[in-house]
């Protein structure tokens, strides 16, 4: 008979319910003499690469503290999701696991339908090195077409740099990039994506020159929220308060969403939305 789980041992019985739940035969283990669904301490400690004794200690509470190596090997062991990977290191060590970098391509239908509904507020959603892969037709009025550039052109630090129309909309364009730069370096620091990034970092600095400036200054800032006024084709002003949401599930992507600051503001995006194809 196996010893009993050490009481309010949280990790084992995760650890254990998880490894209840696998298919053993879909991993190629026997299903003779199995009175127990699932796999066996020993199986998830052969997947593992650890050694079953000290697997079965920490199952019962009695192995001390695993090493996050040790976890991420058994969180692949046991297939976990990413939330069950995140919830198996808060267990094991009380912080989540590293940051793991995952490009995104596009969102969810669902996503998009919520981006759609905000009719006069335009929103975005973007990734962790901000590229934009989603947006609604307020943003592609009222901020860039995005559907008319290449994918690798909607990056919000390219546009910013690298556009002439997106800068002469900015009524303050310095202090605007050097918020973006610095938020920017926190998010893919955040994420993992610093190696990523390297490659896009020295292009845009060969291109540059205040970019390469502004990035060795090694600023960091927060996006959350605020206002932004940009300058109208017309000349005049459109003023908008912005909130910056993280996807939940999804960590590496951030939905921005800009308001109408007044009635004014929300009638000229009217008027673009007018004239602008749908």
Not at 10 to 23: Q, T
Not at 194 to 213: H, T
Request: net charge neutral; glycine share 6%.
């Amino acid at each position: 008979m196996s010893a009993p789980l050490a009481k309010d041992n949280a990790l084992g019985e995760f650890l254990r319910d998880r490894r209840a739940k696998l298919d053993a035969a879909a991993l190629g283990f026997p299903l003779v003499r199995r009175r127990t669904p699932g796999l066996r301490r020993e199986e998830v400690a052969q997947r593992a690469n650890v050694s079953a004794t000290w697997y079965t200690w920490l199952e019962q509470g009695r192995g001390g503290a695993p090493s996050a190596d040790v976890l991420d090997r058994i969180a692949r062991a046991l297939m976990l999701t990413d939330v069950e990977r995140e919830h198996l290191f808060l267990l094991g060590l009380g912080r989540p696991p590293e940051v793991r970098y995952q490009a995104v391509g596009d969102v969810t239908p669902r996503l998009q339908r919520v981006l759609d509904a905000f009719d006069l507020s335009p929103a975005i959603v973007r990734t962790a090195t901000w590229d934009v892969i989603a947006w609604n037709r307020a943003a592609a009025a009222v901020l860039t077409d995005y559907g008319e550039l290449m994918a690798a052109d909607r990056n919000i630090l390219r546009l910013i740099f690298s556009h002439s129309r997106v800068r002469e909309r900015q009524l303050d364009w310095e202090s605007v990039a050097r918020f973006v730069v610095a938020s920017f370096r926190a998010d893919v620091a955040r994420a993992g994506a610093s190696k990523e990034i390297e490659s896009f970092v020295a292009e845009l600095s060969n291109q540059s020159a205040e970019f390469d400036a502004m990035w060795r200054n090694h600023d960091v800032s927060n996006h959350g929220g605020g206002t932004k006024i940009f300058r109208r084709a017309d000349g005049g002003l459109l003023t908008m308060e912005y909130s910056a949401f993280t996807v939940d599930g999804r960590p590496d992507l951030s939905m921005i969403v800009y308001n109408p600051a007044t009635p004014e503001d929300a009638a000229s995006i009217r008027a673009l939305l007018a004239v602008s194809p749908d």
